[in-house]
């Protein structure tokens, strides 16, 4: 479940709180006082088992007793009784509880699944146990023991601890914010952040979303949800536990690299949520966000009246990542007109220090209409010339009514300083306390904004079809598994990696010394060894490794080797030993890539700089799986090693994009192979004329499901792939659209007629921009369909058709949507393609299909009768027909009939 029945928890007709009391200081009376008076419009009851009256208002002995059916209920009784007050609850149909009570963890492992088994039936949504509780200010509603009622606004707050919720209410309350929901989710047995990121991505009182994670659930739908909330609004989450130990038992340099924090980071970077690393920063977000709207572009004006301010703010700016706006010649003309002689000329625009408040109208002015300004931030340290409340008056009194670019203020000092933040505060401008805090503030808007562009990224096409050799690979993992290996051999890690096109060096098994010694001087040319040991994951650790081996010295070399790991290592299993040509490396950079299974998200991938002092370089990034070119890019822009790829100094640029494929087949390579729990290439050669892999570990285990269902993210669901024949001869490939096809998107459309554009968008469209058709190609596959009709060859060819399934949060009832080109007309596309989509979301399990069809597309609607969808007037627009298809009986024969371009 996601949304399902959260109205009842943040809108609620009607509320009870079960365990209410008249005693001083007792939970039961706080959770009365605030339901109370709060506001809330509909009837509050109280459940007492003791009590007729409580508080001068009638009080009820237990739920059956109420006068009607609780929306939501409150409960703040001992754990031991909660399954039955909520099988109790569910029994009187209401919808939505928040359990206060702790005690359900640990020991009360089994009350919690007599709590769930009571509520689920009745879709009884639980929010807790043990939590402070739920506020919607706009409804009015305190269902907490929150000491503060916040007023309302457009900021909404979830948090896994209760006292998360009271200190930003606590803040908030002197900055006048205000929000429209808290909620304070405990344990999380039902209600977790996916669900609650859904609800309140569609809120239409949630401008922002804040979040405080200690650990997340349902990683594939917290994923989807972020996803999809993140696209619509800000999100932006601070996470506990950053530093804390993980991956102690990692055998490989990936897992020992692939730490807890690190995988969360990759995860709400890829849904495009902005992390802070502290409460604070989360705070001063909160006052950015309720304030400002996300800033054009990156370019920043700083005005101040102190040199020593303004260098603290560009120092900050810069070790952000920020952007100083280069002032025109018609700015600081404007500027050398009102400004003394000794101002600064430059960005920042130091007003000097004895600056009235005229001077500081003069240049806001000046720098309003700087067509480089994305935002300004304009500072003040006190000064005995002026008041810093009179220099605040007139910044407000420059600001236009409207149009004018985020204006960030930061007046330095003390108690002296907050008649000046709070005229401030009082017209909307966000305030903080340093100039540091406020170039903070600025940049997160900046990452925001930059998050949001890289979604919406488009991917460029694959430069070649990628096929692996999926027999190969599995064959190399059926051995291992076979003899009860956890890791692979290097060469039969090498084989796996071949499979999937990653150039690979040619590795020779030599069961003792002097076998080692004849391949040597069969290959004729200089030599690594490497002994061979199914417990000795980490050779170079033990002295298991020799580079650069003249081939007449490789047999010593090898009786050496196998002396000195008896006598350090004397339980390990020396198979043999691994003879390999040595690979000229020239320039080439060493890198480290690979797989680990992360026990929430799943496989994750892995890069950085890599060699033996992998750990020590420490210059590593996460990435969730599955990748593109773009996310590919992404990942390796982030690491300080990519400034070595790009070529520094005379030093020509590395194969970056060999670099980028082989992290896009690493992505599909777990994707294909769920045996595969951990993959290390330690390392990975980059140089100028390609990527090889040099050494690679592979662990593996029975696998129970496939591996697509292990990722976080549904990756390209390439079983639904099917050739369409059509009646003209001709063979398509059907298939679901990827990001690579928005060109394509964007060229179909433009050979939409008119009319086929209204009946598709219901609207006039002249063209599909890019925000436009990057949410058509880049779709969440585990919440929406879009299949493609196209060539079959090419990989992203020309598209000619699109049917699309948009389902809700809950997967019960989806939307379609198809476009057929008119060449196409005749062939019973239109009705083929709408069969294949309604298989499709019966499979999904999905009850209902929907669409709204324009009353004049009279095509479209013959096609859906013949397909046996009902009618039914839109109640809000006359020329619309709303049509559904009721999928849970039997499925329906495909009809005859075509609708080939609604």
Same mark, same amino acid.
């Given at each position: 479940?996601?949304?399902?029945?959260?109205?009842?928890?943040?809108?609620?007709?009607?509320?009870?709180?079960?365990?209410?009391? #008249?005693?001083?200081?007792? &939970?039961?009376?706080?959770?009365?006082?605030?339901?109370?008076?709060?506001?809330?419009?509909?009837?509050?009851?109280?459940?007492?088992?003791?009590?007729?009256?409580?508080?001068?208002?009638?009080?009820?002995?237990?739920?059956?007793?109420?006068?009607?059916?609780?929306?939501?209920?409150?409960? =703040?009784?001992?754990?031991?009784?909660?399954?039955?007050?909520?099988?109790a609850?569910?029994? /009187?149909?209401?919808?939505?509880?928040?359990?206060?009570?702790?005690?359900?963890?640990?020991?009360?492992?089994?009350?919690?699944?007599r &709590?769930?088994?009571?509520?689920?039936?009745?879709? +009884?949504?639980? *929010?807790?146990?043990?939590?402070?509780?739920?506020?919607?200010?706009?409804?009015?509603?305190?269902?907490?023991?929150?000491? &503060?009622?916040?007023?309302?606004?457009?900021?909404?707050?979830?948090?896994?601890?209760?006292?998360?919720?009271?200190?930003?209410?606590?803040?908030?309350?002197?900055?006048?914010?205000?929000?429209?929901?808290?909620?304070?989710?405990?344990?999380?047995?039902?209600?977790?952040?996916?669900?609650?990121?859904?609800?309140?991505?569609?809120?239409?009182?949630?401008?922002?979303?804040?979040?405080?994670?200690?650990?997340?659930?349902?990683? /594939?739908?917290?994923?989807?949800a972020?996803?999809?909330?993140?696209?619509s609004?800000?999100?932006?989450?601070?996470?506990?536990?950053?530093?804390?130990?993980?991956?102690?038992?990692?055998?490989?340099?990936?897992?020992?690299?692939?730490?807890?924090?690190?995988?969360?980071?990759?995860?709400?970077?890829?849904?495009?949520?902005?992390?802070?690393?502290?409460?604070?920063?989360?705070?001063?977000?909160a006052?950015?966000?309720?304030?400002?709207?996300?800033?054009? $572009?990156?370019r920043?004006?700083?005005?101040?009246?102190?040199?020593?301010?303004?260098? +603290?703010?560009?120092?900050?700016?810069?070790?952000?990542?920020?952007?100083?706006?280069?002032?025109?010649?018609?700015?600081?003309?404007?500027?050398?007109?009102?400004?003394?002689?000794?101002?600064?000329?430059?960005?920042?625009?130091?007003?000097?220090?004895?600056?009235?408040?005229?001077?500081?109208?003069?240049?806001?002015?000046a720098?309003?209409?700087?067509?480089?300004?994305?935002?300004?931030?304009?500072?003040?340290?006190?000064?005995?010339?002026?008041?810093?409340?009179?220099?605040?008056?007139?910044?407000?009194?420059?600001?236009?009514?409207?149009?004018?670019?985020?204006?960030?203020?930061?007046?330095?000092?003390?108690?002296?300083?907050?008649?000046?933040?709070?005229?401030?505060?009082?017209? $909307?401008?966000?305030?903080?306390?340093?100039?540091?805090?406020?170039?903070?503030?600025?940049?997160?808007?900046?990452?925001?904004?930059?998050?949001?562009?890289?979604?919406?990224?488009?991917?460029?096409?694959?430069? #070649?079809?990628f096929?692996?050799?999926?027999?190969?690979?599995?064959?190399?993992?059926?051995?291992?598994?076979?003899?009860?290996?956890?890791?692979?051999?290097?060469?039969?890690?090498?084989?796996?990696?071949?499979?999937?096109?990653?150039?690979?060096?040619?590795?020779?098994?030599?069961?003792d010394?002097?076998? =080692?010694?004849?391949?040597?001087?069969?290959?004729?040319?200089?030599?690594?060894?490497?002994?061979?040991?199914?417990?000795?994951?980490?050779?170079?650790?033990? $002295?298991?490794? *020799?580079?650069?081996?003249?081939?007449?010295?490789?047999?010593?070399?090898?009786?050496?080797?196998?002396?000195?790991?008896?006598?350090?290592?004397?339980?390990?299993?020396?198979?043999?030993?691994?003879?390999?040509a040595?690979?000229?490396?020239?320039?080439?950079?060493?890198?480290?890539?690979?797989?680990?299974?992360?026990?929430?998200?799943?496989?994750?991938?892995?890069?950085?700089?890599?060699?033996?002092?992998?750990?020590?370089?420490?210059?590593?990034?996460?990435?969730?799986?599955?990748?593109?070119?773009?996310?590919?890019?992404?990942a390796?822009?982030?690491?300080?090693?990519?400034?070595?790829?790009?070529?520094?100094?005379?030093?020509?640029?590395?194969?970056i994009?060999?670099?980028? &494929?082989?992290?896009?087949?690493?992505?599909?390579?777990?994707?294909?192979?769920?045996?595969?729990?951990?993959?290390?290439?330690?390392?990975?050669?980059?140089?100028?004329d390609? *990527?090889?892999?040099?050494?690679?570990?592979?662990?593996?285990?029975?696998?129970?499901?496939?591996?697509?269902?292990?990722?976080?993210?549904?990756?390209?669901?390439?079983?639904?792939?099917?050739?369409?024949?059509?009646?003209?001869?001709?063979?398509?490939?059907?298939?679901?659209?990827?990001?690579?096809?928005?060109?394509?998107?964007?060229?179909t459309?433009?050979?939409?007629?008119?009319?086929?554009?209204?009946?598709?968008?219901?609207?006039?469209?002249?063209?599909?921009?890019?925000?436009?058709?990057?949410?058509?190609?880049?779709?969440?596959y585990?919440?929406?369909?879009?299949?493609?009709?196209?060539?079959q060859?090419?990989m992203?060819?020309?598209?000619?058709?699109?049917?699309?399934?948009?389902?809700?949060?809950?997967?019960?009832?989806?939307?379609?949507?198809?476009?057929?080109?008119?060449?196409?007309?005749?062939?019973?596309? $239109?009705?083929?393609?709408?069969?294949?989509?309604?298989?499709?979301?019966?499979?999904?399990?999905?009850? *209902?299909?929907?669409?709204?069809?324009? =009353?004049?597309?009279?095509?479209?609607?013959?096609?859906? /009768?013949?397909?046996?969808?009902?009618?039914?007037?839109?109640?809000?627009?006359?020329?619309?027909?709303?049509?559904?298809?009721?999928?849970?009986?039997?499925?329906r024969?495909?009809?005859?009939?075509?609708?080939?371009?609604?």
């Amino acid at each position: 479940m996601t949304v399902r029945n959260l109205d009842a928890l943040f809108r609620p007709r009607s509320v009870a709180l079960v365990g209410a009391s #008249e005693r001083d200081g007792a &939970l039961g009376r706080l959770l009365l006082e605030n339901l109370r008076s709060g506001g809330f419009a509909g009837p509050i009851r109280a459940v007492n088992a003791h009590h007729d009256r409580l508080l001068g208002a009638p009080c009820y002995r237990d739920v059956a007793a109420l006068p009607e059916t609780p929306d939501l209920a409150v409960i =703040a009784t001992p754990p031991d009784g909660v399954p039955d007050i909520v099988a109790a609850l569910a029994a /009187r149909g209401t919808r939505a509880a928040v359990v206060i009570t702790a005690g359900f963890s640990g020991d009360g492992a089994a009350l919690r699944e007599r &709590l769930l088994a009571a509520a689920r039936p009745a879709l +009884l949504r639980v *929010v807790g146990p043990n939590c402070l509780g739920v506020l919607a200010p706009h409804a009015g509603l305190n269902a907490s023991f929150a000491h &503060l009622a916040p007023r309302p606004g457009g900021i909404a707050f979830v948090a896994q601890s209760g006292a998360m919720i009271t200190s930003i209410l606590d803040w908030a309350a002197s900055r006048g914010i205000g929000f429209s929901a808290l909620a304070s989710i405990g344990d999380m047995a039902d209600v977790d952040f996916g669900d609650l990121l859904d609800y309140l991505a569609d809120d239409r009182d949630t401008r922002a979303i804040l979040l405080y994670v200690e650990a997340v659930t349902a990683a /594939r739908k917290f994923m989807s949800a972020a996803r999809a909330a993140a696209r619509s609004k800000p999100v932006i989450v601070v996470k506990a536990g950053r530093h804390a130990a993980a991956a102690r038992a990692a055998a490989s340099h990936t897992g020992a690299l692939a730490g807890r924090d690190a995988v969360y980071d990759a995860a709400f970077r890829r849904a495009g949520m902005l992390r802070v690393d502290t409460l604070e920063e989360l705070f001063d977000a909160a006052e950015t966000l309720a304030l400002v709207r996300p800033p054009r $572009g990156e370019r920043l004006v700083i005005v101040t009246n102190g040199g020593g301010i303004g260098v +603290l703010a560009t120092d900050a700016l810069a070790g952000r990542g920020g952007r100083l706006a280069e002032l025109s010649q018609a700015t600081l003309a404007r500027l050398d007109a009102v400004l003394p002689p000794t101002w600064s000329h430059a960005n920042p625009v130091d007003i000097i220090g004895d600056a009235p408040p005229a001077r500081y109208r003069a240049a806001m002015q000046a720098v309003l209409a700087e067509p480089a300004a994305d935002a300004i931030l304009v500072l003040n340290c006190p000064t005995a010339v002026t008041a810093g409340e009179a220099a605040a008056a007139a910044v407000i009194e420059a600001l236009p009514a409207r149009g004018a670019p985020p204006v960030f203020t930061s007046w330095v000092g003390g108690s002296g300083t907050e008649a000046a933040r709070s005229r401030f505060r009082a017209h $909307g401008i966000p305030t903080y306390e340093s100039p540091e805090d406020a170039v903070t503030a600025f940049q997160h808007l900046v990452e925001y904004r930059r998050n949001q562009a890289a979604l919406l990224e488009t991917p460029p096409s694959l430069p #070649e079809v990628f096929s692996p050799d999926l027999p190969a690979a599995r064959a190399a993992l059926a051995a291992a598994l076979a003899a009860g290996r956890e890791w692979l051999s290097e060469i039969e890690a090498k084989q796996v990696l071949a499979a999937y096109g990653i150039a690979v060096v040619e590795t020779r098994f030599a069961a003792d010394a002097a076998t =080692a010694g004849a391949v040597a001087r069969g290959l004729g040319v200089a030599v690594a060894l490497k002994i061979v040991s199914p417990d000795l994951t980490h050779k170079s650790d033990v $002295g298991g490794v *020799v580079l650069d081996l003249a081939p007449d010295a490789v047999q010593a070399a090898a009786e050496a080797m196998r002396e000195r790991i008896a006598a350090s290592q004397p339980t390990a299993r020396i198979e043999g030993f691994a003879v390999e040509a040595m690979v000229a490396r020239g320039q080439g950079v060493e890198l480290i890539a690979g797989v680990v299974d992360d026990h929430q998200f799943g496989p994750v991938i892995l890069f950085g700089h890599g060699g033996t002092a992998v750990e020590l370089i420490d210059d590593t990034v996460i990435a969730l799986p599955p990748l593109n070119l773009s996310l590919a890019r992404a990942a390796i822009a982030r690491t300080r090693v990519a400034r070595l790829l790009g070529g520094y100094r005379g030093v020509p640029a590395l194969d970056i994009e060999g670099v980028a &494929l082989t992290l896009v087949r690493l992505s599909q390579l777990v994707v294909d192979l769920a045996e595969v729990v951990e993959l290390d290439i330690n390392p990975l050669l980059a140089r100028v004329d390609g *990527v090889t892999a040099l050494d690679a570990r592979v662990r593996v285990r029975p696998a129970s499901g496939t591996g697509a269902a292990r990722l976080a993210i549904r990756p390209y669901p390439g079983e639904l792939e099917q050739v369409l024949r059509l009646a003209d001869g001709r063979s398509l490939l059907l298939r679901p659209i990827r990001p690579e096809d928005e060109p394509a998107l964007v060229r179909t459309f433009s050979r939409l007629s008119p009319e086929e554009v209204r009946f598709r968008f219901f609207a006039p469209l002249k063209f599909l921009d890019h925000l436009m058709a990057a949410r058509f190609t880049q779709i969440d596959y585990d919440r929406q369909m879009a299949l493609v009709l196209t060539e079959q060859a090419a990989m992203v060819g020309e598209i000619h058709a699109v049917v699309r399934l948009i389902e809700d949060p809950d997967g019960e009832r989806a939307e379609f949507a198809i476009v057929v080109e008119r060449e196409l007309a005749g062939q019973g596309l $239109g009705t083929r393609l709408m069969q294949v989509i309604i298989d499709y979301a019966r499979a999904r399990g999905v009850d *209902v299909l929907w669409g709204e069809v324009l =009353a004049d597309n009279h095509r479209m609607l013959a096609l859906c /009768r013949e397909l046996g969808f009902h009618e039914a007037a839109h109640p809000d627009e006359p020329g619309i027909v709303h049509v559904e298809l009721d999928l849970g009986g039997p499925s329906r024969p495909a009809a005859s009939a075509s609708g080939d371009h609604p």
